[in-house]
């Protein structure tokens, strides 16, 4: 092997491991903490290897970067405790994945070979008879799996932007992992994929791409799930059935947010580093153990207002770049992520990190450049 496709082999490796790790290690019956630790390991392994072979410029803004996370994570954990010292390596791991990811990437080859894999085992599980999302190989409950394959999912079209501008994008992806929102009742991730779904449609068709194949294959597609939900809906939807006999429309989530509001609002402390989420005047918020369903949420919780606005304003920036740039592709996919992560505690610190630091990292480079639609190393 030479020496310039060992440098590109040995990160592609490390991603794949940790897309392998991340998405595969919850499905066997293994111990949390084990189970994280090894997540963990991969990702801090991305980051010392990116330390070592990565762009010298982005090395610094890398290490700036997680070292003000950190600091906010830990003032927060001395004001309230919502976090363990050990949850600053997540900070780290997740960053040195997303460092990777943005420079050297992975081939369309292997990420088209993880999402499929990925979601089609999940499609497996559901109808062979573990339906019932809480049961679903003990993963944990649906918002798991549905954060799992929009990972993969994401993984996949920045592979594709990777490769070249993007004239048409793929319908099968989202409807792939929409089917599984819908057999596994994740509510917050049929929202997400259903704006996205609207969104590649109208793309499609603004750019030409809407061709009569791809409406009779639509026409195709939704005939079998209609068929589908009729005469299977009550065997294989078992657990989206048991959710809106259990919930109807509504969630608990608006009570935990309200909680959490009110908290922020009664103290000032609380506004800067963080409710504290096992503090029993906050009912709901208490029950859950601080869990607030929500990234954003949660990215007050355990890092305050300073990592709020390091954060929000990165990602500002990374949105005003790539709506100057018209990467329209580019931007809809942070904001599948983010809508998907309002629901659910799926990042800060959690997977789709990787994510958010990839933009943050977009909005922060001059020396790796994006042309439109396209991601490429100079």
């Not at 999940?122 to 809480?134: E, I, K, M, P, S």
């Amino acid at each position: 092997m030479r020496k310039s496709d060992l440098k590109l082999f040995i990160p592609e490796l490390l991603l794949v491991l940790f897309a392998i790790v991340a998405v595969g290690a919850p499905l066997i019956k293994m111990d949390t903490d084990r189970m994280n630790m090894f997540i963990a390991l991969v990702g801090l392994f991305c980051m010392i290897y990116y330390l070592v072979k990565g762009n010298r410029q982005m090395k610094v803004f890398g290490l700036s970067f997680g070292l003000s996370l950190s600091v906010f994570m830990l003032i927060s954990i001395v004001y309230n405790g919502n976090a363990k010292l050990v949850n600053i390596l997540w900070i780290w791991a997740y960053l040195g994945v997303a460092l990777l990811l943005y420079q050297y990437g992975i081939r369309k080859f292997f990420a088209t070979l993880l999402f499929y894999a990925g979601s089609l085992f999940f499609v497996y599980q559901a109808l062979t008879g573990n339906h019932a999302a809480d049961e679903l190989l003990n993963v944990g409950s649906e918002n798991n799996i549905s954060v799992y394959c929009i990972f993969l999912m994401i993984i996949y079209y920045l592979s594709c932007l990777k490769n070249g501008e993007i004239k048409k994008i793929p319908y099968i992806p989202i409807l792939l992992v929409l089917f599984i929102a819908l057999w596994t009742a994740s509510r917050a991730a049929m929202l997400t994929l259903g704006l996205f779904f609207v969104f590649v449609l109208i793309y499609n068709t603004i750019r030409g791409h809407f061709s009569i194949s791809s409406v009779v294959m639509l026409l195709v597609i939704v005939v079998a799930v209609v068929y589908f939900s009729k005469n299977y809906f009550q065997e294989f939807g078992l657990a989206l059935t048991t959710k809106i006999d259990r919930y109807g429309g509504s969630s608990v989530r608006s009570l935990i947010w309200s909680d959490y509001f009110r908290g922020m609002g009664q103290s000032f402390g609380n506004f800067l580093f963080g409710v504290k989420g096992t503090d029993s005047q906050y009912p709901y918020l208490c029950y859950y153990n601080g869990n607030t369903h929500n990234a954003f949420l949660m990215l007050h919780s355990k890092f305050g207002v300073g990592g709020v606005v390091l954060i929000f304003w990165y990602l500002l920036l990374g949105t005003i770049k790539a709506l100057k740039a018209k990467r329209y592709v580019f931007i809809s996919l942070l904001f599948v992520v983010a809508l998907r992560a309002m629901f659910d505690w799926a990042a800060f610190p959690g997977l789709l990190d990787v994510i958010f630091y990839f933009y943050v990292i977009y909005a922060k480079d001059k020396y790796i450049s994006l042309r439109q639609d396209a991601i490429v190393v100079r």
